[in-house]
């Protein structure tokens, strides 16, 4: 047998709670200790996997019970396991398994994007840093300059756009959150979350805030992101957007290298995930 299929085989024994004769006759115990020594193997790969995952979405940990939690994460660890030697990047394709995991898609419809929001806040956490965008910075630019300057989000900074009430679902399950019984289901929900100081944070967005910061995601010039935001909402107030983004540490300068001038159709990895509204028509239906 070659190695690489003897690694494989040994890997679905260790991820799939499954045995393999194959496997076991090449272990140098007596043969009477082999399955047991592998099934001590076996709980130790899968609890550390688990712990992981367990660590990255407390919220949907709570929304669905610990059994049913782990149960489900296992079967997840059987589908889709560690592509990379980084733990901290593993689960994110847990938002779209639980999108198609029956089991759990139709009675938690808003599971998924729960876990989109939970795995933002992963990504937050472990993001690079960068210097933020400061007051002083912005008023040294020229005035002539500004409708046509291209501040974009700090790296860690990501949006995420719901169907459902997704902030108001984890905040209910935080210690001292929301309560539960006040969230509304049929309330879309658009985030933003990023890192400040080394602590990850949240908030959810007005619709002109969500038009302006998915503008600048996608680097668009500075006048195309108000008008954009202003399009979305009457009452948006750019100048108490910008100070608020600019307290939280949301914005980064230009890239000198790029110029400043580059333009995209789309937002870059800020963008996690935007459904319709209509989606939600489609899951009831």
């Not at 090449?26 to 082999?34: I, K, S």
């Not at 790969?45 to 712990?51: D, E, M, T």
């Not at 296992?74 to 994110?92: E, I, K, M, N, W």
């Not at 935080?174 to 908030?203: H, N, Y």
């Amino acid at each position: 047998m070659r190695l690489a299929d003897l690694q494989r085989r040994l890997g679905r024994c260790l991820l799939e709670g499954r045995s393999d004769p194959a496997v076991l006759e090449r272990l140098a115990d007596p043969p009477e200790q082999r399955e047991r020594r592998l099934a001590v193997y076996r709980n130790n790969v899968r609890h550390a996997l688990l712990s992981v995952l367990e660590a990255a979405f407390p919220v949907v940990r709570q929304l669905v019970g610990a059994e049913c939690f782990a149960a489900t994460m296992l079967a997840f660890v059987a589908r889709h396991p560690p592509g990379q030697p980084v733990l901290y990047r593993y689960g994110d394709r847990l938002p779209d398994f639980l999108a198609d995991f029956s089991p759990l898609a139709e009675p938690w419809p808003w599971l998924p994007d729960v876990a989109r929001l939970e795995w933002a806040r992963n990504e937050a956490l472990f993001a690079p840093e960068a210097e933020p965008l400061t007051p002083a910075r912005l008023a040294a630019v020229p005035p002539a300059d500004l409708p046509g300057w291209r501040p974009s989000l700090h790296p860690s900074a990501r949006l995420l756009g719901s169907i459902w009430p997704v902030h108001a679902i984890w905040d209910a399950h935080q210690p001292e959150g929301g309560a539960l019984e006040a969230v509304e289901l049929d309330q879309a929900e658009s985030v933003l979350v990023w890192r400040q100081a080394g602590t990850v944070r949240q908030r959810p967005l007005q619709p002109g805030e969500w038009a302006l910061l998915i503008a600048l995601a996608a680097k668009r010039p500075l006048a195309q992101a108000v008008e954009a935001a202003a399009g979305q909402d009457a009452n948006f107030d750019f100048p108490v957007a910008l100070a608020r983004l600019l307290g939280a540490a949301v914005l980064v300068a230009p890239n000198p290298e790029s110029g400043g001038h580059e333009l995209g159709d789309a937002p870059d990895d800020h963008f996690v995930v935007r459904r319709p509204v209509a989606d939600r028509e489609e899951r009831r239906r």
